[in-house]
């Protein structure tokens, strides 16, 4: 047999060497030569046999070739280039004394990049409880650090200390406030930390990959139960834990609404295949409750690709864990995410069909309600249509600002006969290219529709285009500066889901909410971003992602959890304190004040706060919007020591709101002459001088009424305007 095998590497010798060194095990000769002998041996037995000269097999083949060399592959290690005494050899069955040794202990080290020596001795053996003493001698090689391009691993008591450090910092931080010794054009030293195992260690990663790392996790960790499906081409991650599915149910058992969303740039794309496929861009969606006293996430995914179908998937496999369908669930205009919150939470029906029946059941037809009422974000909207081609190139302010506040009529209609009107008259103002008074002297219906802006649903839309063109053919004296006819298209084909983002079906579902708003769900994607993962990298690995999410939750529900067992006990007290309270037909009011006054004294510190919570959950039921506590709170609280009330600097208004930009227009510097007008209350003007003295007039109220009587007269009366004219 050892003959047979020398004839093999006979055959394969000019392949088994390279410029006289024996090639590593991983090449692929040593596999040729194992499959030439019949697989009876693996690569890398094959390759210590040659390596260590057995049978004399390295010695023949060098002889063969006529390799020569002072130093062997073998004997190629730390020790060759170092003087050692013949007391450091090791023979067999030999002994040696340690006391007669020169050294109490000794080393060799040899550099991976350059090869530099290194020896290590230790004269005396240390006393029990005493340091070691080691003296190291090695070759100088300052100036020569570009030479040196491994990486050396921490390893001891400073890799825990740098490991502590970086939980709460970046690595790249750590970096650059450890280079400050270094001088301009140094090269750093080998063993500057740039990775973060600590981070890892605590996490528990052990497995490189990411997709088994989570599959670890889900079946091998304290997340056993909270990672329920785990996807590799396309990626997905379907995750929420019993903790979460407890605070929805409770949500459930009173008016619940569930607000979704996704969020992008927070994971890293994944690489596939020999070919380094990189995979699409993962997006993280949540689902959020919000209550009087907080939020919190009910269900998360992380996807990569964002198709109906899939976020139907994930909707129903959340369904499956015995949870309530919630009554409300408010998303942006995504029609890949609409189709599938209603084919998940509406019995299956499409997007187009829960549109067309809810259109039938404000139309007065028979029809039975939907389990969910399905909302689209008010801001979602407004955005999308800001955003149109058609106004990012109109500079009037004012224009743009008619167009967007006709969508705020749209989208703030109650009733299908008040949103059959304003489209109507929309669009005839946005179709018709004259206005004011026509031929005959008659307002157009362009001028009309100015002044009131303040079937099937193709059909009903149908019918609202035609009656808008019909009325822009009237043909008026003036051009119209409002008339933009590339917008009518886009307006109709939002028109189309209008049931989903109008008010039109809060009556018919008994929606508690007047506005569909994102600010829950979004305000926990910038807790997620700038809190939780301040001290990580972004984007981050699937599994450190996860988890690290997974961790923050899992703190976050039982917070949450006491908020609402509080909020639940001060509710069933305030409850037993009002069924005490007696009302007297003949002065209910008195009696209800005097009640109220007498079981004042009766609360504890805690029940107060208990009322004051209660306060602020109604009033995020009523407010239309209370973004920063900027809102308008009109709920009559009790509070004691309450501070005086002091007026705030209100902000401008927003499209939601009302226009009363319009009564102060005369009262702003661009758009008026302060310098040529005295009459105007309030003395915004500059002080009259005459003569470099300045004169400044009080109580102008009188004269600016007389003013504008005169100046109305002038404009509105030609007997008037000539007797003023010829008056001298």
Avoid at 208 to 215: A, E, G, H, Q, R
Wanted: aromatic fraction near 8%.
């Amino acid at each position: 047999m050892i003959m047979y095998i020398q004839i093999i590497f006979e055959n394969n010798k000019l392949n088994l060497f390279e410029d006289g060194v024996l090639k590593p095990y991983t090449d692929h000769v040593w596999t040729t030569i194992c499959e030439q002998l019949g697989n009876k041996c693996i690569p890398k037995s094959l390759y210590i046999s040659v390596f260590q000269d057995r049978h004399d097999y390295q010695s023949k083949l060098k002889k063969s070739l006529n390799i020569f060399s002072t130093n062997d592959s073998f004997d190629d290690s730390s020790e060759k280039s170092l003087d050692k005494n013949s007391e450091d050899e090791v023979e067999t069955n030999m002994s040696s004394d340690i006391t007669r040794s020169k050294y109490f202990i000794k080393f060799y080290a040899t550099c991976k990049d350059k090869s530099c020596e290194l020896f290590g001795s230790a004269d005396k053996q240390p006393q029990p409880g005493q340091p070691l003493l080691l003296s190291i001698l090695e070759n100088d090689t300052r100036g020569q650090e570009i030479q040196h391009v491994t990486k050396r691993p921490l390893k001891g008591t400073k890799r825990e200390t740098i490991g502590k450090q970086l939980f709460t910092d970046l690595a790249c931080n750590w970096r650059r406030n450890n280079i400050s010794r270094m001088q301009f054009g140094q090269i750093s030293p080998p063993n500057l930390k740039t990775k973060q195992q600590f981070k890892d260690k605590s996490l528990g990663i052990t497995e490189k990959c990411p997709i088994k790392s989570l599959v670890e996790f889900k079946n091998n960790s304290q997340f056993s139960g909270s990672i329920h499906s785990i996807g590799i081409d396309p990626v997905l991650v379907y995750y929420w834990s019993t903790h979460q599915l407890i605070i929805y149910k409770d949500l459930t058992k009173t008016y619940c609404r569930l607000s979704i969303d996704a969020t992008g740039g927070l994971i890293k794309r994944f690489k596939r295949s020999f070919l380094n496929l990189t995979s699409s861009h993962i997006f993280l969606y949540e689902a959020v409750v919000n209550t009087g006293y907080g939020q919190i996430p009910v269900s998360q995914m992380i996807f990569e690709r964002q198709d109906t179908l899939s976020i139907q998937n994930w909707r129903a496999r959340w369904l499956k864990s015995g949870i309530k369908i919630p009554d409300e669930t408010v998303c942006d205009y995504s029609t890949a995410l609409l189709g599938a919150i209603t084919r998940a939470l509406c019995s299956g029906l499409t997007l187009r069909c829960y549109a067309e029946k809810c259109f039938r059941i404000i139309t007065g037809h028979p029809e039975k309600l939907s389990q969910c009422y399905i909302r689209i974000y008010i801001a979602h909207m407004i955005k999308i249509f800001c955003r149109n081609k058609h106004l990012s190139g109109i500079k009037n302010k004012q224009l743009k600002q008619l167009y967007i506040r006709g969508v705020r009529l749209l989208i703030t209609a109650c009733k299908v006969d008040e949103f059959r009107e304003i489209p109507i008259a929309l669009l005839t103002t946005i179709m018709s290219e004259t206005n004011e008074l026509d031929e005959a002297n008659n307002i157009t219906p362009s001028e009309a529709n100015e002044d009131g802006e303040s079937e099937g649903i193709t059909d009903f839309l149908r019918a609202i285009e035609e009656e808008s063109q019909k009325n822009s053919r009237v043909i008026g004296k003036s051009l119209s500066g409002y008339w933009a006819p590339n917008l009518v298209k886009d307006i109709l084909r939002i028109c189309k889901d209008f049931p989903l983002w109008k008010n039109v079906m809060k009556i018919s579902f008994s929606s508690i909410y007047d506005t569909p708003t994102s600010a829950s769900v979004k305000s926990d994607f910038g807790e997620l971003k700038r809190k939780i993962l301040r001290y990580e990298v972004q984007p981050m690995t699937a599994d450190r992602f996860v988890i690290k999410h997974l961790q923050a939750i899992d703190s976050n529900t039982k917070l949450f959890r006491s908020k609402q067992l509080r909020h639940d006990l001060s509710t069933e007290h305030i409850k037993n304190t009002l069924d005490d309270i007696t009302v007297d037909k003949k002065s209910p009011v008195k009696n209800i004040k005097r009640s109220l006054f007498e079981n004042l004294d009766e609360f504890s510190d805690s029940e107060v706060s208990g009322i004051s919570e209660i306060s602020e959950g109604r009033n995020e039921i009523d407010a239309f919007d209370n973004w920063r506590d900027l809102g308008e709170n009109n709920e009559i609280g009790i509070n004691i020591n309450q501070k005086p009330i002091t007026s705030k600097k209100l902000r401008m208004t927003t499209y939601m709101d009302a226009v009363p930009e319009i009564e102060h227009l005369l009262t702003q510097k661009t758009t008026c002459s302060n310098l040529n007008s005295l009459l105007i209350n309030g003395n915004i003007t500059t002080p009259l001088k005459i003569s470099k003295q300045r004169y400044l007039l009080h109580n102008t109220c009188p004269f600016d009424s007389i003013a504008v009587i005169i100046t109305m007269a002038y404009i509105d009366n030609d007997q008037y305007k000539q007797f003023i004219d010829t008056e001298k």
